[in-house]
């Protein structure tokens, strides 16, 4: 088949024609550039989510640390709290607990190098209503116990570290007078102990 001279080209013809190198490169370019991404946008995208999942497990093992750190905060205040309320009850306990005030009485007696004579509680400044053998009672707050203490004992050095130890003991227990006789080595105290009924 001959071409016809007179057969007319276009001038995109001309152009391709002109510039095919350029057209064959820059084809061949993005035909590379695209076979690329296909190949690196994957790798690309794992990469990415690898990354991120580090993230997210870093994240993750500062909440756990933090979470950590509050359930040793919070170990902490329930011990704190549980010996508060357990000291708490020892300083002002919820009954007159006449057992134990009287354990801890002849213990500071005896700390002190006093012996127990006698002793008397009562319960004052409230109102109590009286029902067959127990008490109760009718108002709320802080009750005064009224105690009496008959001591024997040595000297006035004794007696100086017997009330710093009835200050110092972990009941609350206040002096309000004392009396003594020289010639018998006696000691009697008025003391006020207190409890609040909860």
Known sequence: MQLNQDTQVSWWQKTLVKNFTSWATLTALVV???????????KYQEWRSMTRAQDLQG????????????????A?????KNQTSSDLQAILPSTIDIPNLLVQLEAVAAQSGFRFLGVSISETGAAVKRRGAGTSVSEAGVRPIKITLSLEGRSYNNFKALLENIRSSWRLLEVNS???SAGQISYSLDLTSYYYPR
């Open 32 to 42: 590379v550039i695209l076979f690329g991404w296909t190949l690196i946008w994957p």
């Open 59 to 74: 994240q993750l093992r500062q909440e756990r640390v933090k979470v950590d750190n509050l359930k040793q905060q919070v």
């Open 76 to 80: 902490a205040w329930n011990s704190i």
């Open 178 to 180: 004392f009396s003594f």
